[in-house]
């Protein structure tokens, strides 16, 4: 199992003890002091190699247990978590311009999405504190993981949306028994009261960026994608990205990687977000390596899942990819609804619109000229069924008919 030997600080670099705080740093703040876990990376480049990998019978995200701040083993629930599939789709790749595309389907895990990686965690984290009631804030997805995974615990959650929240996420949550708050604003206010009733009630805080347990659920879909192809590395991975969490975790994990030797390089991470709604695309584009410029300002995209105006993780998201060598793309709603349909069409893929977002990136990408005969992976971080109204509005209507084969004919 992980024992991590310190939290630091994304910004001023101070390091605490890995208990010494629950959340953020209390110099920096909650939004410049985003927290990540270090690990003594010397013992563990003989603890944890490639051989000892491949030998593992393990299929889930718990193979990287000894790189996961997790100390009790029985909290780990049966749950199949990670060893999502990679597909490859070398038709559309080509058409692409790409020497290979490949398609890693994260919409296949328990709730349908990447951030089951990131709640399964904190729910054991939650365990071991000794917590009794977790919360957080969520467009849906980051929500419906919680909820799920705290189901088959003694933990009560509480959950806060913002009211433009799809139905089927909200569905989920109360399927698992969550105590549901539909908040009257936007996400970023649902997220502000959540955090504040967790101080107030003494709640285990999930929400994003907030809880530094998060990018390390999300940083395995790095290593499993790195393990899953062999350690022949993609040349760019295309993340969606809302409040920056899981782009930070796809960062920390290909540098974690590097760190214990698996590999000598990285691919290059490249964020996608929605026009209407791209703080961290501005940001990145102003950063000057020093100060992460925070710009804040209203969102509203088709992909609620990335529809974030006030980022809580943009420092670590900007600086992260800084230091990978990537780069951000911004991509039009009505991109994301065609990528929508063309993932499914031409890969079998349904992903919601977030999830679609990183092959809109990509295939924005392409139109310009860029990445020829390059490599080339996709996060799908949710499943499609998570938001089946955006799913209508990116096609047509189905025929409808009296049951007799004339009208069928006729139709055709």
Known sequence: MGDPRALRCVSCRT??????????????????????????????RSELTRERLAADGERSMWRYLPLLPIRDARFIQQLLVGWTPIYRAPALGRELGFAELLVKDDGRNPTASYKDRA??????????????????????NAASSLAGFAAATDLETVIFV?????????????????????????????????????????????SAAM?????????????????????DLPDAVFVSVGDGSVISGVCK????????????????VIGVQ??????VARSFDRFDGVTVEIDDGPADTVADSICVGAPRDIVKAVTYVTRNGGRFVVVSDEEILDAIRVLARRTGVF??????AAFAGAARLARAGELKEKRVAILVTGNGLKDVRAA?????????IDPVLARVEEAL
Do not use: H
């Open 253 to 268: 994990g290909f540098e974690e990687m590097r760190t214990l030797g698996w590999t000598d390089r990285v691919p290059a």
């Open 119 to 140: 709640s399964s965690l904190v729910v054991i984290a939650a365990q071991e504190k000794g917590k009794e009631v977790v919360t957080c804030a969520s467009t849906g």
């Open 274 to 279: 929605a026009e209407r709604s791209a703080p």
């Open 211 to 231: 809880n530094p347990y998060l990018v390390e659920g999300k940083k395995t879909g790095a290593l499993e994608l790195a393990e899953q192809l062999g350690w």
């Open 162 to 206: 913002p009211e433009r929240a799809p139905e089927a996420k909200v569905a989920q949550l109360l399927i698992y028994g969550a105590r549901v708050f539909v908040v009257r604003g936007s996400y970023d206010v649902a997220y502000d009261l959540a955090a504040e009733a967790a101080d107030a009630f003494g709640w285990y805080n999930r």
């Open 351 to 356: 992903a919601e619109p977030a999830g679609a």
């Open 392 to 400: 209508r509005s990116a096609v047509g209507e189905p025929t409808v």
């Open 15 to 44: 390091e605490y003890g890995p208990d010494e705080l629950e959340y953020t740093c209390p110099t920096c703040g909650p939004r410049r002091g985003t927290l990540e876990f270090l690990y003594d990376y010397d013992a563990l």
